[in-house]
Every structure is written in C-alpha cells, then in structure tokens.
C-alpha cells in the first residue's frame, strides 16, 4: 500500500470517522461509505494510486427505503464523478465524497423526485456537469499535459488557440467555471501571446503579450518567457497546481515549464519546441 493512500486514509476518518473507509475482503479493497446518504461503495485501489484511478466494483449496500434503481443511479453517478475529479499524481477521495454528498445528498431529499416512473432512474447517469455558458462565449478546446507530481504538489498544464485578449479572459473563466477541479488549484498562473492581424486603422500587427502570477510568484512572467523562447503566438497557457504541503523552491519553476511546453508542443504551436537562435 502506498504511503499516499495510507495518508489519505488517515485525514478521511479523520474528518469523517473511520467508519467511511474500511477494508473489505480483498487486497487494496475497502468500503467507502458516503456521508449522509445511506449507500456505500466498494472501492479497488490499484497499486500505484494515485497514479492509476481507483475502480468502482459496485454497491456495499443502500438503504432499507432507498427507492428502485437507486443502487444504480449511485454507483453510476459514482463512475461519473471520480472520472471528473480524479487527475493521475494527486489523491481523489475527499473530492469524490464532497462532490457525491452534495449531489446525493439533494437526489435524497427530494429535488429529483418529480420522476413519473422510478425506471426512469437511468436517466439520471451524471456523466458531467454541462458546461456553463451562459455570458461565456464558446467553450476552448484545451490541450492538456501530463500530470507531474512532486513532494505531493500536481501540476497539470493546459493551452488552447485565442485571438484576443478579451478571448484569453473569457477562455480562463469558462475553465474556472466549468472545471471545478482546476477551480480548487492552489495557483493558476497564465500567460498568453496574441498576434493580432492589421486593421484599416493599422497597417502593422497588433502584437499582445500578458501573465498572471495568481499567487505563485513569478510564475506567470516565466511562462511568458518560454513562450517569447519558442516562439509561438496566439496562444494561452494555464498552469495548476495543487499544492501538497511541502515547498517545492525554484524546482517549482522547472516543473511548470515543462508542462507548460509539453501542451504546447503537443498542440502543433510549435514544431521543434524550443528555437535554436
């Protein structure tokens, strides 16, 4: 068992009691019971979570006046939230169990009881949140990165095409809005670099360039940096981190590039990576 799922372990019963993970008959096999809701889970963790996600094996049990299909519509908005908030490199269970409590916990109290035939339970799979888009504009098509995990912190990197800075904030916010794993990031340092064509009124490009620290200092003017080294132009790049508890010092920096130009590269912003000038 690894030393992150022993430690996971550990906070979970201690904010939940140590009757919300235990283990079951099975190597890596525990029962995970969701708060306030009478249903609990059977969960596998593979060897190398939290690099690997953990498998839902079924339902433990539901309660004695849990509704037909319930068990179901449990286990299947289980599957849907894990896939939402798991990312490889960083632990997931206190994200699921918030995310199922504050759900099922609704399902439980009757804001989902206008169904006119319980069979219609089925219908109620969460595969994902839609997305909100109201005010937004259109949804980005993000490139991610791997995941890289150091002394417990995860970094994950995302880019995708603009053509204005006011698309760069609109694009930003619909992350932030719609993800709400990125949205819980400790820090989501941005940078962008955006060649704007002439106008009538200029008969020159528009060049804009711009970055955010949000709290990781200095992260936001590197990032800028290594996209004026690669060269690359109408592009915006977001970098999460999740801390861990342990500081990472200027390693940091070197972690965030990489993913940051990994996206990049990965997105056919660049064909080579870094110039050779």
Known sequence: ???????????????????????????????????????SLRVLFPSDYPESIPQLLGIERTGAQARKGYGSHVLDTAQATLLSVFISGSVCLFDLLQELDTVLAEDSNGQQSSLADPEDDARLVLKAAPPVTCGLGEEPRW?????????????????????????????LAHLLVNDKRTAKASHNPTAYRIRAPSTAKSASEVLYEDCDDDGENAAGGRLLQLLKIMDVWDVLVVVSRWYGGVKLGPDRFSIINNVAREAVVEGGWTKSGIRND
């Open 143 to 171: 490139i991610l990165s791997s995941a890289v995990t150091e002394k417990k912190s995860t970094f994950v990197a995302r880019a995708c095409s603009v053509t204005s800075p006011a698309q760069a904030q609109a694009f």
């Open 1 to 39: 068992m690894s030393e992150d799922l022993l430690d996971e372990i550990e906070a979970i019963q201690s904010i939940y009691g140590n009757d919300v993970l235990r283990e079951a008959d099975g190597a890596f096999v525990y029962i995970l019971s969701i708060p306030h809701v009478e249903a």
